[in-house]
């Protein structure tokens, strides 16, 4: 007996050992993922030969870039498919010839700067400081593939300086890692670096397909059973009586189903692919179940009235 508790103990204790181990480990697994994406960086500037070279002095966010131009850092930060919108962060440095002072933590512009991302223009005037800026542009996709849908997103960003409206030459490194997502990101600038044309695809991370096909196998597993309760009870069970709580199973799990649904990932409202494939089915199956056992009772009842009558 002291010896069985022992064993008890021991297979209680390497079992919580294991949850919590693994708990950590997805932890530490999902931030060293969610690092790596967003470090992960796609820059534009492949030829720096249009490219003017300066050697004068430079603020130190400016060491490792010799030239005078402007980098303009594009931060994926949010998707926003109810609305087909990709959510944009941009951040800009200037360095070069296109700084006319600077201090330990601004630089100041030497001479008014606009950029055009997509629809939006930003503006900057001389004297001034480059504020990060937010910004949205079209997503394309189709959400109703759900969780199988993929997006893209195709913009522009281009820059003018000086009175004349001259090009201006810039690298554009887009980065992010938006919720849920995966990307896989193209920049490609003309020869002078002046322009560059970001396209922009978007997929379902593994751990999101991942919980979502489990919460799907989940709903057709209870579906299931709740038909194979209803089977027992007509063509197995010895009385093929319904008792209360294989009605009180059926019915719970008929209204729970919408809220189990909903709790896949970034769910969008239902009536995508995976409603298609499990909801719908499952909801009907488990209206039938419960159908079934209701039909069971009135059943079984008027038979018991009828035989009541009969013996009187």
């Not at 949010?78 to 919108?85: I, P």
């Not at 360095?95 to 030497?110: K, R, V, Y």
């Not at 504020?131 to 960003?157: M, R």
């Not at 057709?220 to 209803?230: F, I, P, T």
Request: with cysteine.
């Amino acid at each position: 007996m002291h010896g069985g508790r022992k064993l008890h103990i021991l297979v209680v204790s390497l079992f919580l050992a294991t949850v919590i181990g693994g708990l950590i480990a997805i932890k530490i697994g999902n931030e060293q993922k969610t690092a790596k994406r967003k470090s992960k960086a796609f820059s534009s500037v492949t030829d720096t030969a249009s490219l003017k070279p300066f050697s004068g002095r430079n603020p130190d966010s400016c060491d490792g870039i010799p030239f005078s131009i402007v980098s303009v850092f594009v931060e994926i930060y949010g998707v926003d498919f109810q609305n087909s919108l990709l959510k944009l962060s941009n951040t800009f440095l200037p360095c070069g010839t296109f700084i006319s002072d600077f201090d330990s933590m601004d630089s100041f512009l030497s001479q008014n700067v606009s950029f055009s991302v997509d629809a939006q223009t930003i503006t900057f005037p001389a004297g001034q400081i480059m504020t990060s800026k937010l910004n949205s542009v079209y997503l394309n996709g189709d959400v109703n593939n759900y969780p199988l849908d993929q997006f893209d997103a195709v913009f522009n960003i281009r820059g003018r300086f000086g009175p004349a409206n001259s090009d201006l030459p810039i690298q554009v490194v887009v980065y992010g890692a938006p919720l849920g997502y995966s990307l896989a990101v193209v920049t490609t600038a003309n020869t002078q670096n002046t322009a560059v044309s970001v396209s922009i695809t978007l997929r379902r991370t593994a751990p999101i397909l991942g919980f979502a096909f489990i919460i799907m196998g989940l709903m057709w597993v209870m579906s299931l059973l709740a038909v194979a309760v209803a089977y027992f009870t007509w063509f197995i069970k010895k009385d093929r009586r319904s008792e209360l709580p294989y009605i009180i199973f059926s019915v719970t799990l008929l209204f729970a189903m919408p809220t189990i649904r909903n709790a896949m990932p970034n769910a969008p409202p239902i009536g995508v692919l995976a409603d298609q494939m499990v909801t719908g089915w499952a909801m009907l199956l488990l209206s039938l179940s419960v159908i079934s056992h209701f039909v069971n009772v009135l059943y079984y009842t008027y038979s018991d009235w009828m035989k009541a009558v009969q013996a009187v």
